[in-house]
């Protein structure tokens, strides 16, 4: 996991489409460093704990938590909008279209 986070910020986790929407020749992580921007803009953020991790204030616009029962849990933080609380949402399973 930690190798996942130390390249930095993440477009998308798992794709195979470059900057440019080209085809990569592997699936995985779009690092924002892939398109050249540098890493000390784009660095891991380490956050105490699940309070501070889900702050509406750090601009996110989805919060991942891998669960104490071995599940990945989404919240979408709804960052952009002051009248609505971040909400628990589902996560597709299977090849999204």
């Known amino acids: 996991m930690r190798d996942l986070i130390d390249g930095g ?10 900057w440019n929407n080209e085809t990569l020749p592997e699936v995985g992580p779009l690092y924002y460093t892939s398109r050249g ?8 953020r380490y956050d105490d704990d699940i309070f ?7 601009n ?3 919060a991942y938590i891998f669960s104490v029962n071995n599940k990945w849990v989404c919240t979408k933080m709804n960052q952009w909008e002051d009248d609505k609380q971040p909400e628990k949402v589902e996560i597709p399973e299977g090849a999204v279209a």
């Open 52 to 58: 501070d991790f889900l702050k509406k204030e750090n």
């Open 37 to 44: 921007e540098s890493i000390e803009d784009n660095a891991p």
């Open 9 to 18: 910020n993440i477009s998308a986790l798992h794709t195979n489409a470059g």
């Open 60 to 62: 996110e616009e989805y």
